[in-house]
C-alpha cells in the first residue's frame, strides 16, 4: 500500500479510504490510486481489509422472492451501483415461513455485511426490533417504517391518481382487485387500496365492498373467478383497477375471451408499469424499483461512511399515470357487462394458457351465445 501511495502522490490513508470505495474521496484522487494500483498490481485482500476496517464491503438484501419484476429490477440498479463502490451483493431469499423463522433466529447478515436493506418486507414489530440489533444501517425499501431509514413510492397518491383518472372518463362502478398471497407486499396493497377509496369520497361516489375483490397474481383460474363475482353484481363495474399489471392483464385476457370488449364495455387499469404493459397497451400507474433501489443504495453507502448520519431518512417517490389502449371514457348509453360474461369467464381460464391467444372459432361461438341469452332473460 505504501508503493501505491508514493506512486499516486498521496497517504496510506487516503489509498485504503480509495480502495475500500469510500465517498470520501475526490473522483482525481481515486482516479491516481486506481492508476497506481493498476500499474503495479497491486491487490487487496477482502479479509485482510476486514481485520484492519472492521468492515466486510458487502451490502446484504432481504427479499421476499426472486421471481418477481419488482425484486429483478430492483436488484439489476442496485448492483452496479454497489459494484462501482467496491462493495459486493449478498441476497437472502426469504420465500416461507421457516426460511424467515430461521434468518431471524441466526442473523447470518450480521457478520457478513456493512449494511442490510429489505425490500417489500412486512416485518412484525419483534422482527423490525432483531434488525434494529445487528449493529448495521438497516434500509426499508417499498416500505415505511417509523424512526427508520425508509425508500418507498406513494402508493395512496398513486392508486388515488389512479382513479380519478377513471372518475374523470365517466366511470362511477370502480371495482379494485386487490392481492392475495403476495409474500412482502401487504404494505403497498392496503395503501393502495386507501387512496382508491379516497378518491371515490372527495368524488362523492358511495363506497360499494361488493366492488372490491381478491385474486391471487399469476394464476388465471383465480383471476376469472374474481371477474365472474363482478360481473355477476346487480350493476357490474364499467372500469376495473388492479393493484398489479400482472392481475391487469389475466383480466384483460378473461375480458376478452368472453367477448366482452375492452375498454369499449370495460376499462382495465393497472399499477406497476411493468414491460407486459406496454406489450398489452395498458393503463397503469407507472413506479420505479429501479429508482428505488438506486437511491436505497446510495443511502447505505453514506450510512456505511457515516453512523451517526440520518438514521430516520424517509425518501418517497412519485408515481405517474400512464394512460394507454385500455381506458376510455364511458359510451354514452352504454350499459353494464351481462352478468353471463363471468360464467363464460371462468370457462375460459380452462381452455387454454396462452394470456395472448384468441379464443377458437368454437369457443367464440359459445361465448356469444352465453351473452346472447344472458341478454334475452333479462
Known amino acids: 500500500m505504501a508503493d501505491v501511495a508514493e506512486r499516486a502522490g498521496v497517504s496510506t490513508s487516503t489509498v485504503s479510504r480509495t480502495l475500500r470505495g469510500l465517498s470520501t474521496v475526490s473522483p482525481e484522487v481515486r482516479a491516481r490510486v486506481e492508476k497506481a494500483a493498476r500499474e503495479i498490481d497491486f491487490a ?9 476496517t472492521g468492515r466486510t464491503g458487502t451490502v446484504a438484501v432481504m427479499v421476499p422472492t426472486l421471481n418477481a419484476w419488482f425484486t429483478g429490477s430492483a436488484l439489476s440498479s442496485l448492483a452496479p451501483l454497489l459494484r462501482a463502490a467496491g462493495l459486493q451483493l449478498n441476497v437472502y431469499e426469504i420465500p416461507d415461513l421457516a426460511e424467515r423463522t ?3 433466529e441466526h442473523l447470518p447478515a450480521r457478520r457478513n455485511a456493512d449494511a442490510l436493506l429489505v425490500f ?10 432483531r434488525l434494529d440489533d445487528l449493529g448495521m444501517p438497516v434500509i426499508y425499501v417499498s416500505a415505511h417504517v417509523d424512526g427508520r431509514p425508509s425508500v418507498y413510492v406513494d402508493d395512496v397518491a398513486g392508486a388515488l391518481h389512479g382513479t380519478r383518472h377513471l372518475l374523470n372518463l365517466g366511470h362511477r362502478r370502480i371495482a379494485f382487485v386487490t392481492t392475495e398471497g ?5 404494505f403497498s396493497s392496503n395503501e393502495r387500496l386507501l387512496g382508491y377509496q379516497q378518491a371515490l369520497t372527495e368524488a362523492g361516489v358511495p363506497l360499494d365492498d361488493d366492488l372490491v375483490v381478491s385474486t391471487r397474481p399469476g394464476s388465471k383460474r383465480a383471476a376469472a373467478e374474481a371477474l365472474g363475482t363482478l360481473l355477476s353484481l346487480r350493476e357490474p363495474p364499467t372500469a376495473i383497477f388492479a393493484e398489479q399489471d400482472e392481475v391487469a392483464v389475466a383480466l384483460i385476457w378473461n375480458l376478452r375471451r368472453t367477448r366482452i370488449a375492452v375498454p369499449e364495455r370495460v376499462s382495465v387499469l393497472g399499477f406497476d408499469d411493468q414491460p407486459l404493459a406496454d406489450w398489452f397497451d395498458l393503463s397503469t400507474v407507472a ?14 453507502l453514506k450510512l456505511i461512511d457515516d453512523s451517526d448520519g440520518d438514521q430516520e431518512r424517509h425518501i418517497v417517490l412519485p408515481t405517474h399515470v400512464i394512460p394507454r389502449g385500455s381506458t376510455a371514457p364511458v359510451a354514452a348509453g352504454a350499459s353494464a357487462p351481462v352478468v353471463a360474461g363471468a360464467s363464460a369467464s371462468a370457462g375460459a381460464a380452462e381452455a387454454g394458457d396462452d394470456p395472448s391467444a384468441s379464443p377458437t372459432g368454437d369457443q367464440s361461438a359459445r361465448a356469444a351465445e352465453d351473452q346472447s341469452a344472458g341478454s334475452a332473460s333479462e
Open 44 to 52: 487487496v485482500s477482502r479479509q485482510a481489509a476486514s481485520l484492519v
Open 102 to 104: 430461521a434468518f431471524f
Open 120 to 129: 417489500s418486507f412486512d416485518l412484525t414489530d419483534e422482527e423490525t426490533a
Open 182 to 186: 403476495a409474500s412482502g407486499f401487504t
Open 287 to 300: 413506479q420505479s424499483p429501479s429508482e428505488m433501489a438506486r437511491l436505497a443504495g446510495e443511502l447505505a
